[in-house]
């Protein structure tokens, strides 16, 4: 039997899922990053000032390697999910919440995957081979099957910043009931 595979959101009650600041202009979102900064408001509170710039090139970047392996990305840049249940997470947010959905609603076309968070996996630089790489649906089953799930070998954080395996959703469609538009 196929085991289904869950994709999980987290966020903040008070804004909803599948809120991104870079699908704001520039300045819209650098003043709502601010506001949080301000508030001391959650993780995203804690973000360095080039964050913004940082994202939206590994965003690129991301969504780029992604093409290049087939993908039909219709977002310029992507909504974030984990594959499989990371409950630490809701604490990233002041009223965290999750939702789930199961992989076999998306267009594999339309979903990347990182070994770990997009940042350390295209920034960190100590030569482990899902370093810089994206991957597909059958690429990310194989790495699965050499390295393990994350959330399971690293549940606190000891052993590197690869905590979760990262989802990147690159079309709307499959969401649009979750998004409100």
């Keep these: 039997m196929k085991q289904i ?6 966020y903040d009650e008070s804004t909803g899922p599948f809120q991104n600041l870079s699908d704001l202009p520039s300045q819209e979102a650098e003043q709502v990053l ?18 913004l710039d940082i994202c939206r090139g590994l965003e690129a970047k991301a969504r780029e390697l992604f093409i290049i392996k087939g ?3 219709s977002r310029a840049c992507p909504h974030y999910m984990t594959l499989g249940e990371c409950p630490w997470l809701l604490d990233w947010y002041p009223r965290g919440k999750s939702l789930q959905i199961t992989i076999e609603q998306f267009d594999p076309a339309s979903i990347s995957f990182t070994y770990g968070d997009l940042f350390p996996t295209m920034r960190y630089k100590d030569g482990k081979p899902y370093r810089n790489q994206v991957y597909t649906w059958d690429e990310i089953i194989d ?6 799930m994350p959330q399971e070998w690293n549940a606190n954080g000891d052993k590197g910043p690869e905590r979760y395996i990262e989802v990147q959703i690159w079309d709307d469609k499959p969401l649009i009931n979750m998004i409100g538009y």
């Design 143 to 148: 790495v699965i099957d050499k390295f393990g």
């Design 71 to 73: 993908g039909k990305p």
């Design 34 to 51: 601010n506001d949080l900064r301000q508030r001391n408001k959650g993780f995203a509170s804690k973000r360095s000032a080039d964050y």
């Design 5 to 10: 595979a869950w994709l999980y959101h987290y």
